[in-house]
């Protein structure tokens, strides 16, 4: 079992509504990858709410294993959700483990 986690901050230039259209496109483009990426176990994306946090979004996924995991983040679907991503947002960390 392999977790992935990933935290962002949305980029400057968006306002807040693009920020929440942004966060919406997100979750709905990365949920869509649940049952056509092997190996992904879960997925779950969190817009974060709360003004304390020092990021905005997060993905936290489970994969069955570290071979899966290679395989999404070369899977089509997953490159075209990330493209998007790395669109509208900065300061990525990742925490896999």
């Not at 230039?13 to 990426?37: D, F, R, W």
């Not at 003004?51 to 294993?65: D, Q, V």
Request: aromatic letters at 10%; a negative charge.
């Amino acid at each position: 079992m392999v977790y992935h986690h990933v935290y962002w901050n949305f980029i400057a230039t968006l306002t807040e509504e693009e920020k929440i259209a942004a966060g919406q496109k997100i979750t709905g483009n990365l949920n869509s990858l649940k049952g056509v990426v092997p190996g992904l176990i879960d997925l779950e994306v969190i817009v974060n709410k709360n003004p304390a946090s020092n990021r905005a979004i997060a993905l936290i996924s489970k994969f069955e294993s570290q071979e899966a995991l290679d395989g999404y983040q070369i899977h089509p679907k997953h490159l075209e959700a990330a493209s998007y991503v790395r669109s509208v947002t900065c300061d990525r960390i990742c925490f896999d483990y």
